[in-house]
């Protein structure tokens, strides 16, 4: 016989399975990735930088329309040049899943008088992007040093894996409790 104790801790961890697969598919539109970014071989060589290195976390919408000097939805975790802007991104679901993330002045183009980055990458909703560009200047007006050699990986967080797995785990415990008992 199961007790009201293992029904409540069951019935709890359903409803949570439930509603959370309920919010993720009403939620499937937009989806967050945290890109890691690599750029080598500059041209010219005299770059003073010779590898950017750097991590944002974006939220867009794979579904929508193109998307372009968004500036909300992205944290830029770190960058090893200077950034003298705001950053932000643009996207083209319809083109090729391509993403441009760097200073948003606008977003993609380098800014005269700016410090400033550009990076280019397709496949952005996937889980292996493809690297394109990586652009970037210092100095205010100075040179613009341009890279087409570099890496772009993805995290995804997946909260309801660990979630789901957690309620399990609940019921799991619970289950040997009452089988002791």
């Known amino acids: 016989m199961v007790s009201w104790t293992c029904r409540l801790a069951l019935a709890v961890a ?3 399975a439930l509603s959370l697969g309920a919010a993720v598919d009403a939620d499937a539109v937009s989806i967050t990735r945290t890109f890691q970014f690599t750029a080598t071989s ?3 060589a005299t770059a003073p930088v010779t590898t950017v290195t750097g991590s944002a976390t974006v939220t867009f919408d ?4 193109d998307v372009f000097n968004q500036k909300g939805g992205i944290t830029l975790h770190s960058l090893n040049v200077s950034l003298g802007e705001v950053v932000g991104f643009n996207y083209r679901p319809a083109s090729s899943d391509a993403m441009t993330i760097g200073g948003a002045a606008p977003t993609g183009v380098i800014a005269l008088g700016a ?4 990076l280019g990458f397709r496949a952005a909703s996937s889980g ?3 690297f394109s560009f990586l652009n970037y200047r210092q100095t205010a007006g100075g040179t613009i040093y341009r890279s087409t050699t570099g890496s772009v990986t993805v995290s995804i967080a997946e909260p309801a894996t660990a979630l789901l797995l957690a309620c399990g785990l609940v019921g799991l415990a619970e289950t040997h ?3 002791l008992n």
């Open 115 to 118: 410090q400033d980055f550009a």
């Open 128 to 130: 292996s992007p493809t």
């Open 42 to 44: 500059f041209n010219p």
């Open 177 to 179: 409790r009452l089988r």
């Open 14 to 16: 359903g409803g949570l």
């Open 62 to 65: 794979p579904m929508g329309g």
